[in-house]
């Protein structure tokens, strides 16, 4: 399985950007996806997930009301809608994916990741 992230790029506070992860070798159908963030020196960060029939959805609390996680099973795509973006918001971030209904939170419970996406918010 792979996963390839992009999308990212450099945008003003208060702007949006959408992030893509595809995935491939293998069936999109049950895996659940998520996006985590990172900047050096820290850890990485849970932003958003969503399970594999996209019932269910979860946030990290610095984006909730700001982001929406969604996914197309035809184009095998998760998507990062980022609205309203802050400076914190600056990250590498990532994609991931879990076989199975797990902890959509937990970096451990992932079973692929993507290389990740730069994205840099200016003031």
């Known amino acids: 399985v792979q996963l390839q992230a992009s999308g990212g790029g450099l945008v003003q506070a208060g702007g949006s950007l959408r992030l893509s992860c595809v995935i491939s070798g293998r069936s999109f159908r049950g895996y659940g996806m998520g996006w985590f963030r990172q900047n050096p020196g820290k850890g990485r960060e849970f932003v958003a997930g969503?399970?594999?029939?996209?019932?269910?959805?979860e946030y990290g609390d610095s984006v909730k009301g700001r982001f929406t996680i969604s996914r197309d099973s035809a184009k095998n795509t998760v998507y990062l809608q980022m609205d309203n973006l802050k400076r914190e918001d600056t990250a590498r971030y990532y994609c991931?994916?879990?076989?199975?209904?797990?902890?959509?939170?937990?970096?451990?419970?992932?079973?692929?990741w993507g290389q990740g996406t730069l994205v840099t918010v200016s003031s």
């Open positions: 969503i399970t594999w029939s996209g019932g269910f959805t």
């Open positions: 991931a994916a879990q076989l199975g209904v797990r902890d959509l939170q937990q970096m451990h419970e992932y079973d692929f």
